[in-house]
């Protein structure tokens, strides 16, 4: 690209020869200092290699357009191998499998308007039928999931009702012994609350029973599709610890269990999964969060043939990050530790945009005959986070992601040995993303492809 003077040319003039923009935009620099290496503007240009531009690329609809506006949208492997693109649009899902004309898929509708994120995992039904799972969260509507043919929700069990205690003709007779229960009901995915505390008196503290004639029975209401139920028990009122897993409504407690005081009544029905919105597939399990009705929780579930179910009796789980305290989980990803380990990774959003990030490991322990999964979680020192959950993505070895602040790369950097650090990637232009809508900075989408970032920006 040639400039010149505007005057007729002399040996006087000065011709600045500018064939190489390596530096990019950039509007932090006025315009009369700017460095040759920069361009002022870059509208709808897009650089290519040695600093050169070309006209980005354009866009073109195609296909059956469809009843309403999409929700959302992603890719479905089947388990042929078979490609097809599921939409949700209007609260309804649909399936293309030509990318031009659209069928309705039954067994579930959404909210209209409330934006869907996906993911893919195999996992078993409740017949231990594996299936190539698509997994539908917005947060308003419970869990979804889409096995190639149609579509399942989560749904919520019940909690038991109608437990009551009594003795059993046996040396126990009432006395100043209290015991208290609670009962809670089980499907393939979770467990349900406590049911009403039950109580009861007895002459004999529980360790000095004789099994042979010291008997005591629990009875309770069935629960619609319950597979199991959990029945806990203590001599202190609001502190029952698991004490057996049946089959049936009843239990016949002769003292010869031990209590294991280690698992309690959970505080939550995981029997239809938490309404988040983020997810990802960490170390082989789920992982999920931005929940609306506990903003501080990241979910987990368990691995194998428990992959899906969010029950600690399942191996799942969760961990409040500060709760009350300033930071938000937004996004949950999988990357690495400093060290090269693979971390569910947890961007966080702060009020004033800077933000942090979470990285999340687990560990299991077994007590009795009882296994559960630990979570333990550790801040990035010094980290950014940020308010997108679809403009967070990953970018060969490292995340980029938006804020308020910028847009902002975590990985390791040289000479910070084993060490993760958050840079801003935007300082170029930060005149330009200072000037964005910050309440539209957690509608940022961006995708990865050809060795490029990809960003949609809201501006309305």
Known sequence: MQFS????????DLLISIDDFGGGSNSLIDESKMPTKFAVDATNMIQVQNGLWKTRWGSQNYGQELPAEIDGAQEYIRSDGTTELIAVSGGLAYKSTDSGSWSPISGATFHPGSQCYFLQLGGYDSSNNFHNYLYIANGDDYLTRYDGTSLTTYSALAAPTGLAASLAASGLVSGSH????????????????GSNEASITTNKLREDWNSASDIMDWN??????????????????????????????????????PINPYVQVPYDNTTQAPR????????????????????????????????GAFSDFYGGGWINLERGGREIPVAVRHYQSGTGEGRATVLCRTPDGRGA????NIISATVGDVSFSIPSATKVVGSFGSDSISGVVVV???????????????GQQQGFFNILRTSEVSSNIRPYWRSLIGSKVQGITAYYYDAKIFISVPTV
Do not use: H
């Open 178 to 193: 209290v015991y208290y229960g609670q009962v809670t009901a089980l499907n393939a995915v979770g467990e349900t609350v």
């Open 396 to 410: 060969d070895n490292n995340i980029a992601f938006p804020n308020k602040k910028g847009w902002f790369n975590l």
């Open 220 to 257: 309770w209401s069935p629960v619609t599709g319950a597979t199991r139920y959990q029945l806990y028990i203590s001599n202190t009122q609001g502190y029952e610890a698991f004490l057996a897993s049946t089959d049936t409504t009843s239990y016949r407690d002769n003292g010869s269990i």
């Open 357 to 360: 990030v979470w990285q999340i």
């Open 276 to 307: 988040f919105v983020s997810m990802c597939t960490s170390n082989n399990r789920i992982w999920a969060t931005n929940y609306s009705g506990d903003r501080y929780k990241v979910y987990f579930s368990g691995t194998g043939r428990n992959i």
């Open 5 to 12: 003077k505007a005057r007729p040319q002399s040996s006087k």
